[in-house]
Every structure is written in C-alpha cells, then in structure tokens.
C-alpha cells in the first residue's frame, strides 16, 4: 500500500508550544518500506522499529538510502509498506510530534535575526517585528533551556559557532517536545567538545522525555558511546543490534574494511 504521511513542517505554528502530554508512543515500525524514483530503488524492503526511550543510529555507506528513509519518515516522499506509530497498548496513534535537526542550515549570515527572533518567528503566527510576547518568550526560553542553550537568546544567528547553531536547531525541533527525534548528522564539522555537549544533552533528553531518538552517523566513537541500538542499511537492512553486534558483523566490514578494524 503506498502512502505520503502528513509531511513535517518545523515552520508550523503547532511546532510553537512545549506539550505537557505525551502522545503514549511505544514505537514506530517501519514494516517492508521500499522507495522508487524514475524507475531506481533507492529503498527495498526495509524493515526497522524505533522505540521510545533508545537512541537508534542509522548508518551506512554513502548512497545507501539513510537520507531517504529520513524522508519517508518525515512524511516528505512517498512509499511502499507501512510506518505505524504504535502506543503500549498495540493501538495504531493517527499522529505524533516529530523533531528534526538538519545536518547544516542554509540561511544569509548577515540577516540581522537574533536567537530570540529566530525561534520566536517558528513559534507564533504573529510577525516577530511587531513584538515577541509573553507566553512565546517563555516558549523560547524553555526550549532554548532544554538545549543547554540559553546564553544564546540575544545572539545574532549569523555569529554562532557550529555548535551553537546546532543548539538552537535542537531548540526549535523541541517545541513542542516531540515523540521520535531524528537528528541528520547534527554534529558534522563541530568540534569536540561541541560534539559532546550536543549529544549530551540529546542522552539527557532521552532519559527524561522518553522519545525514540533516530540518529544518521559516520562517527563510530559516538555511534558506540551513544547508541543502544544500530542499523546498518545499503538499500536494505543488512544488520541491526547493539553497535558492538553491528560493527562486527560481515557486511559492516565489506562495507567499511578500514573503518571496521577502527570500530571494533
């Protein structure tokens, strides 16, 4: 059965307000999704459950389809099989919040948009230059707190480092908390001490929030330190479990001769 989910718009004004209720999201199942495009696969029978409470990292060789399952999750192409969104009850839930953290955002530097502006504007329908009022205020600053954050709500966006950008892009994909995270290669180019803080704060959120947490890596170290589980695609599912079971396994080591022995 094919289908195009409802797709994600971080824009969106419902992605304005932290909720204070829980959807009761268990997992989501992606079940047999295959991806075509001009008569290409770029997905074929994939199969792969996300729960709540694990981060979950998606990894792989370039090409192997990571950025298109991002996207049938994200509502944003269409596809074969299903992705169900299942309660503790084995309930399907018509919808749940999804938060996405790009790997880089294009924007103009020399806009004259702070932080504050930033978010604000994600947040409220009512135009940033006419006020920023109360109740979105506090919105930002909590989301911006979440984020470990919030010393760079008067920046100017252009003037942030890599790390304090990406900050603020998780700030924004918080709001409102959301039920499956999904984070694009959210600390490529960052530096060390960037990177953890970053993903900290994820493993932070994780534990108290509850959410399914999808991460797309390259970095072994961080696939290790920070994964409970690991799915190794190329056009398909070739291998999933824990980091350990994934970077030992035959087609991790066809797939990545060098970087396996690193891994292992």
Not at 154 to 177: D, H, I, K
Not at 181 to 200: H, R
């Amino acid at each position: 059965m094919s289908q195009v989910p409802t797709p994600y718009d971080p824009t969106h004004r419902n992605a304005g307000h932290l909720h204070g209720e829980h959807c009761g999201l268990c997992r989501i199942e992606v079940d047999h999704v295959t991806v075509t495009a001009d008569g290409d696969t770029l997905l074929s029978d994939v199969n792969v459950h996300l729960h709540c409470g694990q981060l979950t990292a998606l990894i792989g060789p370039n090409g192997a389809g990571k950025t298109t399952l991002v996207r049938a999750l994200l509502g944003q192409i269409p596809f074969s099989g299903s992705i169900r969104h299942m309660d503790e009850r084995e309930r399907v839930l018509r919808s749940v919040r999804t938060g996405y953290v790009p790997q880089q955002l294009p924007f103009d530097k020399q806009m004259p948009v702070t932080v504050n502006d930033f978010l604000a504007a994600a947040l409220s329908r009512r135009p940033v230059w006419s006020g920023i009022g109360k109740k979105t205020r506090a919105t930002v600053e909590e989301a911006l707190s979440l984020a470990q954050a919030e010393r760079l709500q008067n920046r100017m966006l252009g003037q942030l480092s890599g790390g304090e950008l990406q900050r603020v892009l998780l700030a924004m994909a918080l709001t409102p908390t959301p039920d499956l995270l999904i984070l694009d290669e959210p600390v490529s180019g960052m530096d060390q001490n960037g990177l953890y803080l970053f993903l900290d704060t994820v493993e932070a959120l994780k534990r108290s929030r509850h959410i399914a947490i999808l991460l797309v890596s390259h970095d072994w170290t961080l696939v290790r330190r920070y994964a409970d589980e690991a799915v190794l695609v190329n056009k398909t599912v070739l291998s999933e479990g824990t980091p350990e079971e994934v970077f030992s396994c035959e087609p991790f080591l066809e797939a990545f001769p060098a970087m396996g022995k690193e891994a292992l």
